[in-house]
């Protein structure tokens, strides 16, 4: 039996790139479907896209589904999502989307980039 695919996505694009911010999602689900292990890393500015507020009203195409909505087909699909520790940044656990697996830190990503098979930013 062979293993899965271990694949990690860093998702850099935020709220000023919003056409950007579903894509990464979409892989991650179709990736996901495909029996690949997915773990999305959110990075700087796509740290935003773990509040509540924004991944309910941030649309990559006007008139298009929320970024929640991606969000939440590639958690269905078994991706994890981590988002980036951002020390100094005060944080309300109560405002993040209860999708979000974890918040971790540099060491965590370096960690998951040496161990996975692929690493794709988007």
Do not use: W
């Not at 309300?92 to 960690?111: H, K, N, V, Y």
């Amino acid at each position: 039996m062979v293993d899965a695919q271990r694949v990690l996505i860093l998702v850099a694009s935020g709220p000023s790139t919003p056409a950007r911010c579903a894509a990464p999602f979409h892989v991650a689900t179709l990736l996901a479907c495909m029996d690949a292990n997915v773990t999305l890393y959110l990075t700087g500015e796509a740290t935003q896209l773990a509040h509540r507020t924004v991944a309910e009203s941030l649309r990559a195409v006007e008139g298009g589904e929320p970024v929640l909505h991606f969000i939440q087909q590639a958690k269905h699909a078994g991706a994890r999502l981590l988002m980036c520790r951002q020390p100094g940044v005060p944080l309300d656990p109560e405002a993040l989307i209860d999708e979000l697996d974890e918040i971790a830190s540099g060491g965590e990503l370096a960690q998951l980039i040496l161990e996975c098979d692929k690493v794709l930013s988007l």
